[in-house]
């Protein structure tokens, strides 16, 4: 197995824009694309009947250890949006996703970005990830 | 001991309202009141030698189980806010807070609120609060 | 035409908890209730063919005077919500929201709580709500 | 005049960990390091007799166009924070101001990164900050 490994599949995850997310700038607030974003990595796990929660429950979590965005178009309150996400397995202990959001029916993205992830169990140190992580990216 | 027991002590925090706080309306956003409230009883809590933090580590924890808020004046971006707190013990396991959010320098609260508060194990059993909260009050 | 004028709708929108919204404690963080509350009253108002955005297009906002929320049983990660929202009419001017947060497939809901909201222009003047608004509550 | 363009000067931001801004992990949501960024410029700016919403009443905003964090150690509620921020400027039209998460007392930086921000006016055109931004990295 050599690394990088990255995943044919995309999955796309549906989020409105919450009131809440904005500012007085009357746009998306920048922090808020990076919660975004873990709703589309999130939805990228689930999609293999998989779930963080279910990494979590064998005593593995995945923390950002990097995290990277380039903002292009602002999004407004109520907008449809989709966050499309990619995986790719960087070594035996980390992880990338890179994201598009998009908004619904436009043809570019309004911003991209990745993250980049370490497993490590929950007395903080760096473990390799189970096989079943593995499999995903193959 | 009998309850409601009310501390005369007033505690004052003070924050500055953050961009990431603001809406499209250009005013607070009305969910982070709530959070400024638990900066307030944090900061009560800490002005009495004793923080929350403490009361974790014996394992209680204080679970808001009612919250309300009266919104009377908006709030802006860059403005310097009191967040003023009292508090309560109703019972031997129920704390009440009552807090003001007051612009610096006005003379009437821009919204006033309470929260009350149930102590819990980690089992999220309901537990007697430990005679050192029970001093608080006194 | 007498208040308060309560319509039979209830509207139904879907949330999964986000890790964003979880505090230490392993759940959902208590402000972020008013958060879902406010994606219920958006539902609530879309589902009758008008949106807030319309509604503030008309030089309107709904700003929300008073808020309250009773926390039953916490919520966790991953797990999926209904925002279940009634809307009344309490005066020319005044709006009054009631939201069951309800975790899929439970009887009873996780929270209650509800708001209320006064009618201004851009200026922050008390507005009587046009017509259109009425109607919704017929 | 050659860009870009560093000031000397660092600002420090002071903030303490919020209940809200942790999750079910115990430690900081990565997002709200974004937060922190923001308080951080702000003090920067602020510290010049200059304030963010000065500029705007000037009918110029500074979006966030890109932004990147570094995390290396998490931090818990309650805890003490400093933001130390650098500004930058890149060109006529576009800053970039450099920032460390620094845990009181501590030697090394739990989190460091970086925006770059774009003067536009409020119809989104591209702008050439005013003289008394530049001079501010004189």
Redesign the interface.
């Known amino acids: 197995m050599t690394f990088p490994l990255t995943s044919d599949r995309q999955s796309v995850a549906h989020v409105r824009v919450?009131?809440?997310e904005?500012?007085?700038?009357?746009?998306v607030?920048?922090?808020?694309y990076?919660?975004w974003f873990?709703?589309g990595r999130?939805e990228w796990l689930r999609a293999t009947e998989f779930?963080?929660?279910q990494l979590e429950a064998e005593g593995i979590?995945l923390?950002?250890?990097?995290?990277?965005?380039?903002?292009?178009r602002?999004l407004?309150?109520?907008e449809e949006v989709e966050v499309r996400t990619r995986g790719t397995m960087l070594s035996p202990a980390r992880l990338r996703f890179d994201y598009e959001i998009v908004l619904s029916g436009a043809a570019d993205p309004s911003a991209v970005g990745w993250?980049e992830h370490c497993g490590v169990d929950l007395q903080?140190r760096p473990r390799r990830l189970p096989p079943f992580v593995r499999r995903l990216f193959a």
Chains 1, 2, 3, 4 share one sequence.
């Not at 904005?22 to 746009?27: E, F, R, Y």
């Not at 607030?29 to 808020?32: G, I, P, Q, V």
């Not at 250890?65 to 292009?72: G, K, P, S, V």
């Open positions: 919450r009131y809440a904005t500012d007085k700038m009357g746009v607030y920048y922090a808020n990076l919660v873990e709703v999130c779930s963080y929660r979590i923390p950002v250890i990097e995290a990277h965005c380039e903002y292009r602002p407004r309150y109520d993250t903080g």
